[in-house]
Every structure is written in structure tokens, then in C-alpha cells.
């Protein structure tokens, strides 16, 4: 039973995540990379308050997944980085989330080998 209540909140708050980008391209006209962007920047906000941590408790994958997690890693591996030095801050952040991007990178290049893109129609 319990096992069942972590997956009711995993999928509830990246459901809740998924909601508020859906809001945002039905209900303004933000673009999808501006959206991409603030999710990002919620991330490093979050991360950079320390309060992401007290949400990824709670939340578990449901905030690590989306784009959100990308931007806290991003920022954890900066923090660490610049205790070092100011060049370390660039590269820690970088190697920290540098499997996500190569993943996003292979998959994304895959795809466009075997799917044929299609523009949107207005």
C-alpha cells in the first residue's frame, strides 16, 4: 500500500507540472522553448533557495524528470564547482547534467533518422 501512495505522488505532481505547461501554451502565447526555458530557470530558483530538495522528498521523480530536475542538477553541480573556483562553477554544472544532454542528444538524432517532422498547421 504504500509502495501505491509514492506512485499516486509521483504521477500527481508531475501530472501538476505537466498541467501548468499545458496551461501556459493553451492560455498565452509563449512559445514552447520559452516554456522550456522558465521550467528551467523554476529549477535553478528552486535549487538555488533549497527548496527543491524538500520537494523532490515529496515528489520523488515526478519533479526530477521533467526539465525542472535538469535546471536543479545543473545548478548543484555549479555550486559545487564554484567552492573550487569560478571556472569550476562552468564545468562542475556542465559534467553534472552531461548524461541527460548526451541522452537528449543520441534520442533526439535517432528520432530524426527514423520519423519524418511535420510543420504545424495554424
Do not use: W
Request: hydrophobic share 55%; aromatic share 10%; charged share 10%.
Amino acid at each position: 500500500m504504500d509502495i501505491f501512495l509514492t506512485y499516486l505522488q509521483v504521477f500527481g505532481c508531475g501530472g501538476l507540472v505537466c498541467l501548468v505547461g499545458q496551461l501556459l501554451i493553451n492560455k498565452t502565447k509563449m512559445t514552447s522553448a520559452r516554456i522550456l526555458v522558465t521550467f528551467l530557470l523554476i529549477g535553478v530558483v528552486l535549487e538555488a533557495v533549497g527548496l527543491f530538495d524538500k520537494i523532490e522528498n515529496f515528489a520523488h521523480a515526478g519533479i526530477t524528470i521533467p526539465i525542472i530536475g535538469f535546471g536543479s542538477n545543473l545548478v548543484k553541480g555549479a555550486i559545487k564547482g564554484a567552492k573550487i573556483g569560478l571556472l569550476q562553477a562552468t564545468t562542475y554544472g556542465l559534467a553534472a547534467v552531461s548524461a541527460g544532454l548526451t541522452c537528449a542528444i543520441f534520442f533526439g538524432f535517432l528520432f530524426a533518422l527514423i520519423f519524418k517532422s511535420h510543420s504545424k498547421k495554424m
